[in-house]
């Protein structure tokens, strides 16, 4: 454990009480899961978790990394908390002033991509956890609570582990009654160029079948009926010989699970035979996040993406073969570095033709240890509002008349 304490006072002596701790969460389904695990440590620890900001010891940000949008928004919330919670103090209290706030918390993966260079950029907070090291919260608030007690400065960062242990995914805690979220695999190792997920969550770990099996009877046990699995890539999933068709196959098989679904796909790991274990599988739903990001070759292989848009297209074709009205939705990037006006068309065509159920549109974002961060950002800003706007009207179009057709 990391840690930087200068002594700046004694006294203490109190009792500590119960915490009242906030988690406030960013990004991805993937986070989404994180946080509710953490929720389940620490309420075996006897904290109370609390929705209300008004008055709470801890507050926790679950942050997203992925584009530069989503680090703002952080920032100015750590703001936000650390003014607040020093405004309402009594005149005369400016020495206790810094014990005031709550404890502040930095996890996830804006965690990892600053490590404690996150103590520069905000005074105001006290610990950062990167994601293999989750388990370790409970543990350090409480040393941070009791720091505080005894006037105590500490801050705290751990962001070292490749992985974090299996077991916190046994908590047994789940936000919602009826669907629960499983990470069947953490990381990411297809480095695609302008993603930082490799750098944030490491390399792709799978998690043993067995376990995944135990976690979901667990929760079909609770009363859970529909599951996601999760995983940046899903279908690069592979665990001694089980690989992500299998894997489907004996998730299927848990008794007392009603349906289940997964995302991400990637492309390139997308085959034929996924499809057909999709239609001969009863419980999951027919549904596929395909995200294809650009429709130019050329872009896509600036990108690493690893296919074509034929390749793209002949995958699609095959998906609406065997899975006869499945939905299909995507993800595109607007403005990635060198994308002219006819790599842009390309995607808009793409978009025009295949006719997803949704598609999650993006502005490009540079980020940091990416390969793209290496090429100039020279789609300007005004230029990608209008490539991003005018696949955003274009896919709401369809959308809205795929919507009616379905009524
Ligand atoms: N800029 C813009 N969009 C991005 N995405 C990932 N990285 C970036 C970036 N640097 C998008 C991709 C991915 C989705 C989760 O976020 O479309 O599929
Ligand atoms: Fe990022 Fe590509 Fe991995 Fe998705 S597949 S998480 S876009 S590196």
């Known amino acids: 454990m990391a840690e930087n304490r200068p002594n700046t006072g004694n006294s203490g002596g109190k009792s500590p009480k119960k915490l009242r701790v906030l988690l406030r969460t960013f990004g991805c389904q993937m986070n989404v899961r994180d946080s509710e695990v953490v929720c389940g440590l620490l309420r075996a620890m006897n904290y109370e978790l ?108 751990e962001t070292d582990s490749p992985r974090r242990p299996e077991d916190i995914y046994h908590t047994g805690f789940y936000e919602d009654k009826e669907h629960a979220y499983v990470v069947i695999s953490e990381g990411c190792s297809n480095y695609c160029s302008y993603c930082v997920v490799p750098y944030v969550r490491g390399e792709l770990h799978n998690r043993n079948h067995k376990e995944i099996l135990k976690e979901i009877e667990g929760a079909v046990d609770k009363g859970i009926g529909r599951i996601t699995l999760l995983g940046q890539n899903v279908n690069a999933y592979l665990n001694k010989d089980i690989d992500f068709v299998k894997l489907i196959k004996l998730v299927n098989s848990v008794k007392g699970l009603r349906e289940f679904s997964f995302v991400t796909s990637h492309p390139k790991n997308t085959s034929l035979d996924l499809f057909r274990a999709m239609a001969e599988t009863e419980k999951l739903k027919k549904f596929l996040h395909l995200p294809v990001q650009s429709g130019s070759d050329r872009i896509l292989k600036l990108m690493n993406r690893g296919y074509t848009r034929k390749y793209y297209l002949d995958l699609v074709d095959n998906y609406r073969k065997i899975l006869k009205d499945a939905t299909l939705t995507t993800d595109i990037i607007a403005g990635f570095p060198t994308e002219t006006e006819s790599d842009f068309l390309d995607t808009y065509n793409l978009v025009k033709d295949t006719e997803f159920d949704a598609a999650y549109i993006f502005k490009y974002s540079p980020r940091p240890h990416t390969g793209a961060a290496r090429f100039a950002d020279d789609v300007d800003n005004a230029e990608k509002e209008k490539r991003h706007k005018s696949i955003l009207d274009l896919q709401r179009g369809i959308s809205n008349k795929k919507r009616c057709l379905k009524k």
């Open 50 to 157: 609390t929705t209300d900001p008004a008055d709470v010891d801890v507050v926790i940000f679950n942050t997203c990394s992925v584009r530069q949008h989503a680090e703002d928004k952080v920032w100015s919330e750590i703001g936000r908390i650390s003014k607040r919670s020093t405004l309402n103090l009594p005149a005369g209290q400016a020495g206790a002033l810094r014990y005031a706030k709550p404890i502040i918390g930095i996890i996830g993966c804006m965690a990892q991509n600053y490590k404690e260079k996150i103590f520069e950029k905000a005074a105001s907070v006290d610990f950062v956890v990167g994601p293999g090291d989750i388990d370790k919260i409970p543990g350090i608030i409480n040393k941070l609570s009791k720091n505080r007690l005894s006037m105590l400065e500490c801050r705290i960062w």
